[in-house]
């Protein structure tokens, strides 16, 4: 059985910083992509930062600059540092882990993020 789980989510004013964590545990075989994604209400769930088995870096436009990714080796553990946070940045974030780009993979169950005043 396979299970992700985020942490590191909460308040934090503008500006502020914010790393989150996805632990895996059980067996994933094959592991290749591993990333974070984010949704807010009545919008599709979109790419915020995603890290390849060979590192290869992949940010959403509107976090390029803030946030970055990393993972363990091997790639049990992802992380997400969130750097210069911004209202537009509030949502729930999910971890995701994935064989390639064209699999759904497995999700967490997702953290939220709350950037305000």
């Known amino acids: 059985q396979v299970q992700l789980v985020e942490s590191g989510g909460g308040l934090v004013q503008p500006g502020g910083s914010l790393k989150l964590s996805c632990a895996a545990s059980?067996?994933?075989?094959?592991?290749?992509?591993m990333g974070w994604y984010r949704q807010v209400p009545g919008k599709e769930r979109e790419l915020v930062a995603r890290?390849?088995?060979?590192?290869?870096?992949n940010y959403a436009d509107p976090v390029k600059g803030r946030f970055t990714i990393w993972r363990d080796n091997p790639p049990n553990m992802v992380y997400l540092q969130m750097r210069n946070l911004r209202a537009e940045d509030t949502a729930v974030y999910y971890c995701?882990?994935?064989?390639?780009?064209?699999?759904?993979?497995?999700w967490g169950q997702g953290t939220q993020v709350t950037v305000s005043s």
């Open positions: 995701n882990f994935r064989r390639a780009l064209s699999d759904d993979g497995y």
């Open positions: 059980g067996t994933i075989s094959s592991v290749s992509h």
């Open positions: 890290i390849s088995l060979t590192g290869r870096t």
